[in-house]
């Protein structure tokens, strides 16, 4: 027989108003000189020093100078700081200000896109810890729905239909997630490894070349590799990355001359009926790039 769950289920800090709800201090009991945005602030800290494997309460705790149990007074458990902590990290995140009106929506909508992926890649190899709670998590909070709402705003000025918006938003920011990735895993290796990261390149690619069982890989991949060029990895890696992109721009850019109606340059042509275009609707909130 199934028994029933003991407890409440586990939802997210963003909601049932935990969020505000230990935002303040001044509690009789609480430790002076200590609040959230400052636990939040260090939980940042540890986990770029330190990783998210070795992270703890404790450890915390210990960085703050104060009891595990103090830290207790201003979040619920861990994975609510972790959710702090990862909208923190989103904060770093750039963004065209919404205000500007008629200036930004003159602004080219691909370089807008570009700028959006570069700015999430690069938040992914500055904290590698944030792609597995961007994968654990809800990832609603405050400065995580700014950049989902920014990326809206970009893909809106395509012209694709709504029903294709959320599947652009997919294509182009899971692509930038499992890129950072890596790329962000990839240089933390390196460190740990103490070198750098053309010397582990080289080496792991030696040690392919001489596995008997990889000539075949080896032998076809030749001329792609060489197509590809030569460069550090971090040249190789960048035009890795900007092809990838312009091929996800390019994509947009047939498919919304695919689905009639609209013209290449993003905006809707005029309809020879004289009805004006349904603006699309809104997309899921929340929708994590």
């Not at 959006?116 to 597995?132: I, K, Q, T």
Request: net charge negative; hydrophobic share 40%.
């Amino acid at each position: 027989m199934v028994r029933a769950a003991e407890g409440p289920t586990r939802t997210s800090v963003w909601l049932d108003g935990k969020a505000v709800r230990r935002g303040g201090g001044g509690r009789a009991g609480q430790p002076s000189g200590l609040d959230r945005d400052r636990i939040t602030e260090v939980t940042v800290r540890l986990l770029d020093a330190e990783g998210l494997a070795r992270f703890s309460m404790r450890r915390l705790a210990a960085e703050l100078n104060v009891t595990a149990m103090s830290v207790y007074w201003y979040v619920d458990t861990k994975d609510d700081l972790l959710e702090l902590a990862l909208d923190a990290a989103c904060a770093e995140l750039r963004l065209s200000d919404p205000e500007r009106g008629p200036d930004a929506d003159a602004e080219d909508w691909r370089d807008q896109l570009r700028v959006l992926a570069g700015e999430y890649r690069a938040l992914l190899v500055r904290h590698p810890w944030v792609s597995p709670l961007a994968g654990t998590y809800l990832n609603i909070g405050p400065h995580s729905q700014a950049f989902s709402r920014a990326v809206q705003r970009v893909l809106r000025r395509t012209g694709l239909p709504a029903r294709g918006l959320t599947g652009a938003i997919a294509a182009v920011f899971q692509f930038v997630y499992g890129f950072g990735t890596i790329e962000g895993h990839f240089i933390a290796r390196c460190t740990d490894a103490g070198m750098t990261q053309d010397a582990y390149f080289q080496h792991a690619m030696s040690a392919v070349e001489a596995a008997p069982e990889a000539a075949e890989f080896i032998q076809e991949s030749a001329d792609m590799m060489a197509a590809r060029g030569g460069g550090t990895v971090e040249e190789m890696r960048e035009r890795d990355f900007d092809f990838a992109l312009e091929l996800l721009v390019a994509g947009i850019e047939a498919m919304v001359t695919r689905v009639g109606g609209i013209s290449p340059s993003g905006g809707p042509t005029p309809d020879p009926s004289g009805t004006a275009p349904t603006p699309a609707e809104p997309a899921a909130p929340g929708t994590r790039p």
